[in-house]
């Protein structure tokens, strides 16, 4: 194959001289790489691609900082350049010539095409750009022009005076986790211990070495169709505490996963779940605001008896409060105002996974010849989604963290608003084990009660006051 590429005209560089073929010594491989059909380099070194790889049709003039990579795809009518920065913590300034006359950017994000600073010369545009840490450009070169938007506004600018400081405030229903329980077993009884390390024991007292779905490998159907029939019932109670007499106790829920396999109690009293659901369709919302109260509460989980269904999980109470720790356990209070820019867990929202809103109102006298961006430096959480006037304008996850808004914006009043947006793993966690970006299932075998202050929570939210930039 290797001959028959270089005789077509194929240039073949060999770092090395293989002289073997399926593993026998050949000497009619080592004669082919000896050849002078072959390039033979001792190494492979900047120097020695820059001569035998570079492309005419492209010139990186200047590169400087960050991590960049490139890939060049040419067409019929034009070339594209991906660029894209690898380094997380650094920007990378590229300054690249390229065969053709026009050039644009395609934003991957939003679909459309804007305007390119760019010099002419010779025959190659020259562009220069900046690729933000792990972010991407890609640039669409060619000889004809191609239609394209205005660049989008990102730097400069005054900002605009707010009315006031940022109003804060939960998109949706807050959220406690309750991951330790009580569990009677049979004639065993144990006591806050944590809802994997209970379901691994129903399963022990089942015959079993401990929960299938945790550590075994299904063969057809031989895990589904196990019999546990002799296994003893069980029930898992999980206590929650309600502090002060101002708790919006009628806007409760519990979120409990297959709640079909139990008989639910709220305080003694069984409840049904409806075809509400959050998470995944086998998490139900059951409404019981009206048997909450004051004090310690228990919710039960009362399995008739055990099958390999009945898994234990976490159960959710949902509703409009705060959450914050009380001696050694988290505890529902009364919902109060939000008046300063902290983490969530610092407002009352440990285990709150969904959109935080920032807003703010600004004064606008004129848009006429003007631009407008929304800043954003400082925030932690999956992305930030930015509204105007009630609509939507675009989200933000990337350096520099801005977002032109200039459609948007109106003479006169304009309302502003940032949504943080967490993740799941406040939520689900895992909450009792550190890890470094790998979580496999141990990480949920927690063998003894923890205290709320001991739980791993990341601090999501806006760390600092957002801006609305005017451009002239």
């Known amino acids: 194959m290797l001959r028959g590429f270089v005789r077509t005209g194929g240039r073949l560089i060999a770092f090395g001289h293989p002289s073997r073929v399926e593993g026998e010594p050949s000497a009619e491989a ?86 390119m600073p760019v010099e002419t010369a010779n025959g190659a545009v020259t562009v220069k750009t900046r690729v933000e840490p792990a972010g991407s450009v890609l640039l669409y070169v060619s000889n004809d022009p191609v239609e394209a938007r205005k660049p989008q506004v990102s730097t ?87 502090s002060g007499a101002g708790v919006d106790t009628k806007s409760m829920k519990i979120l409990v996963e297959r709640p079909w396999l139990y008989t639910v109690k709220v305080n003694g009293t069984p409840v049904q779940a409806g075809e509400d659901w959050l998470l995944d369709e086998e998490f139900k919302l059951i409404p019981v605001g009206k048997y909450v109260h004051s004090g310690e ?3 039960e989980l009362v399995a008739a008896k055990t099958t390999v269904h009945t898994e234990l999980g976490a159960v ?88 032109d808004v200039t459609p948007f914006v109106r003479k006169g009043k304009n309302d502003v608003e940032l949504r943080v947006v967490g993740n799941m793993e406040n939520l689900i966690g895992p909450h009792h084990v550190a890890y470094d970006g790998i979580v496999d299932p141990n990480r949920w075998n927690v063998p003894q009660l923890r205290k709320a202050s001991e739980y791993f929570l990341t601090p999501f939210g806006l760390q600092e006051d957002f801006a609305l930039v005017e451009c002239e």
């Open 297 to 299: 509460n228990t919710v």
């Open 156 to 242: 400069g600018g005054t900002p605009l005076q707010a009315d006031g400081p940022v109003r804060i405030a939960r998109h949706r229903d807050n959220v406690l986790l309750i991951d330790f329980i009580d569990l009677q077993n049979g004639d065993k009884q144990y006591k806050d211990i944590y809802y994997n390390n209970a379901g691994a024991e129903v399963f022990r007292n089942a015959g079993l070495s401990g929960n299938p779905w945790f550590w075994a490998m299904q063969y057809k159907q031989d895990i589904v169709n196990m019999d546990l029939s002799a296994a003893p019932g069980f029930t898992a109670a999980y206590r929650f505490t309600v």
């Open 316 to 403: 959710y109470v949902l509703g409009d409060f705060e959450v914050v720790q009380r001696g050694d356990r988290w505890t529902i209070v009364p919902a109060a105002r939000y008046g300063s820019l902290r983490n969530w867990q610092a407002l009352g929202a440990p285990f709150y996974p969904w959109e935080m809103k920032y807003a703010k109102r600004f004064k606008v006298n004129g848009v006429a010849g003007k631009s407008y961006y929304v800043k954003a430096d400082r925030w932690t959480g999956s992305l930030v989604e930015v509204w105007v006037n009630g609509r939507k304008a675009g989200i933000v996850f990337a350096e520099p963290y801005t977002l």
């Open 30 to 115: 080592e004669a082919f790489f000896a050849s002078d059909s072959v390039i033979s380099l001792a190494e492979c070194t900047p120097e020695a691609i820059d001569r035998y790889l570079r492309s005419e049709g492209i010139r990186f003039v200047r590169r400087e900082g960050g991590d960049l990579h490139h890939h060049r795809r040419e067409f019929d009518g034009g070339q594209t350049l991906l660029l894209v920065n690898a380094s997380l913590d650094e920007a990378s300034d590229v300054e690249v010539a390229l065969n053709g006359k026009h050039a644009v950017r395609m934003d991957a994000l939003d679909g459309k095409v804007y305007e």
